[in-house]
């Protein structure tokens, strides 16, 4: 089961540009197979804490980025989903 990062006080998900099993680079949520590699990398990252979540949820997050470094994915208190734009550079 796949653990995200999540930020403590906004609720910001992680992600980042990574790479698909065509190796094909896509923007997505980061995640990690084990709750310890999440944990490592949330060390290295003030106020972060990794999330348990379901295949299906992550592939969802995804979904919601949209391949789009412009948006950035919430998770709510209450496990509901919240995206914000940002404009393009």
């Not at 540009?17 to 290295?44: H, M, P």
Request: hydrophobic share 40%; net charge negative; aromatic share 10%.
């Amino acid at each position: 089961m796949p653990y995200i990062l999540k930020h403590e006080t906004t609720g910001l998900i992680a992600a980042a540009t990574l790479r698909n099993i065509y190796d094909l680079d896509y923007y997505g949520a980061e995640w990690w197979t084990s709750e310890d590699e999440a944990l490592q990398v949330a060390a290295g990252r003030s106020q972060w804490h990794p999330v348990h979540i379901t295949e299906a949820k992550l592939k969802i997050l995804n979904v919601k980025l949209n391949n789009n470094q412009n948006r950035s994915l919430f998770l709510n208190e209450d496990g509901t989903l919240r995206i914000e734009f940002s404009s393009a550079d």
